[in-house]
């Protein structure tokens, strides 16, 4: 059960601690539950606990919460200043110039997650170009971003 | 007589002269996400004018804004959350939610939910139920969006909330209700007195429900944005004499309520019940139940 969020960290050079006992698949969708949670659920709810992500189409879709823990452990992660940060809850792709600092992996195709200067995670993107090189194009595609919740909302 | 004319008639004789308002939109702070002041500071650097609400512990007036708050990176983040003003009291009226077993008996689409964890500081379980599956994802991405953790949301009428076999310490009750005309322009177009009969009938249904599963100890927080007494008192007075429930006292923003309405004289502990007319907010009933030792 826990192959699909491994390999979605694995991307990320992350490693998180997710107690099995307490991680629970509903069709495509993962949970997070905690002992208060678990002595007092039924089988059919809708949402429960932390929301972890979901598979569609053999694909994992993570959470905001799950981007959020990954943000607070070791992994590959971005900064970007203010008005990248904005663009790209916007849905934008990400400028090198945009790009305040760097952690973990700067390699094409790495996958990293984007923080504002004040380290919370805006979502995620995959590197197009070796972030060492210097660069005027687009660096990292965005993925998926906060911006998320408002896209939602207008389906 | 025009339906405008009979609703205003109603409410002169409960004391209030009718006026147009517009509630001021609010915000709350998701206290369980960042601390307070920090929140404030980033909205007043865009340029974001707030007033603290003065009888809210972490709700602001928003008085001008640029933009949509409901796009910003801090309400993307769930540092904050928009709930008017008034609805922001109920959940604020229990005693103690830290570490309890909390009903949601009409959740969607979450914001006293969101609320409620806020209060728990994500500890505790808090059950959620809504009858409209339809409603429920806007709920999920609610939680989603402020890191909520304690939360369960089931797709289930509260009048059937006893299959859950639990028994809780504290139970909402922000019931579905016939709303009213501050924020609804086509309210006295609309809304007719056989409606808010039907909705007092379902609210009955559901207070009976509760008071099954409410522990012994536990309390009950009934509100709704109605203003009509049919809603409100009349069905309190209801609940006091039919399902063995006393009437707490609380003590928040609104004013005492009669005890005597449309010439029928009620129970004196509908006095502690809280009436908010529309003003500087929109309008709210809310009240407090325990059950009678
Ligand atoms: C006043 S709204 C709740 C607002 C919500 N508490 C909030 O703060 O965001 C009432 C809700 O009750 C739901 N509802 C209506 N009848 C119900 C029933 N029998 N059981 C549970 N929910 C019901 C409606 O779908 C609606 O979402």
Redesign the pocket.
């Given at each position: 059960m826990m192959k699909p969020l491994e390999d979605f960290l694995s991307h990320f050079n992350a490693k998180i601690f997710l107690d099995e006992t307490f991680l629970v698949k509903k069709r495509n969708r993962y949970f997070l539950w905690n002992e208060a949670l678990k002595n007092v659920i039924a089988r059919n709810f809708f949402y429960a606990g932390l929301y972890l992500g979901k598979m569609r189409k053999g694909r994992f879709f993570p959470s905001f919460n799950l981007l959020k823990m990954i943000g607070k452990t070791k992994a590959n992660k971005v900064v970007v200043d203010k008005k990248t940060e904005w663009l790209f809850i916007c849905g934008r792709d990400i400028f090198k110039r945009g790009i305040k600092k760097v952690k973990g992996s700067r390699e094409k195709g790495s996958y990293v997650l984007i923080l504002n200067m004040k380290d919370e995670c805006l979502g995620y993107g995959k590197i197009l170009h070796n972030l060492n090189k210097t660069s005027e194009r687009v660096v990292i595609k965005n993925i998926l971003d906060i911006g998320d919740f408002l896209r939602r909302e207008s389906k | 007589m025009s339906n405008k004319k009979f609703f205003e008639e109603r409410y002169a004789k409960l004391g209030w002269k009718f006026k147009y308002v517009k509630p001021k939109q609010a915000i709350r702070i998701n206290t369980m996400n960042i601390a307070e002041e920090k929140v404030v500071n980033r909205l007043e650097a865009l340029k974001i004018k707030l007033e603290k609400v003065p009888f809210l512990e972490h709700g602001y007036w928003v008085h001008h804004s640029e933009f949509s708050l409901g796009a910003t990176s801090e309400y993307l983040l769930g540092l904050y959350s928009i709930q008017e003003a008034a609805?922001q009291i109920p959940a604020t009226l229990f005693t103690e939610l830290k570490n309890k077993v909390v009903l949601?008996?009409?959740?969607?689409?979450?914001?006293?939910t969101v609320q409620l964890a806020d209060l728990m500081q994500n500890t505790g379980v808090i059950i959620a139920?809504?009858?409209?599956k339809e409603?429920l994802t806007a709920m999920a991405n609610h939680l989603e969006r402020c890191h909520v953790k304690n939360t369960i949301i089931y797709n289930l009428?509260?009048?059937h909330a006893s299959k859950l076999k639990l028994k809780f310490d504290c139970i909402l009750l922000?019931?579905?209700?016939s709303g009213n005309f501050s924020t609804d322009k086509q309210w006295f177009r609309k809304r007719t007195i056989k409606d808010i009969e039907r909705n007092a009938k379902?609210q009955r249904e559901?207070m009976t429900e509760a008071a099954k599963i409410l522990k012994d100890d536990g309390e009950m927080i009934y509100s709704t944005?109605s203003l009509e007494p049919e809603e409100n008192e009349l069905n309190i007075n209801w609940a006091i004499e039919n399902l063995n429930l006393k009437v707490a006292k609380i003590d928040c923003y609104g004013e005492n309520t009669s005890t005597k309405i449309f010439g029928k004289q009620l129970d004196n502990q509908i006095e502690n019940c809280r009436r908010i007319w529309p003003g500087k907010t929109q309008g709210f009933f809310v009240c407090k139940l325990k059950k009678v030792a």
């Open positions: - | 609805a949601d008996a009409c959740a969607a689409p979450g914001g006293k139920l809504d009858v409209k409603r009428d509260a009048r922000d019931v579905p209700c379902l559901i944005c």
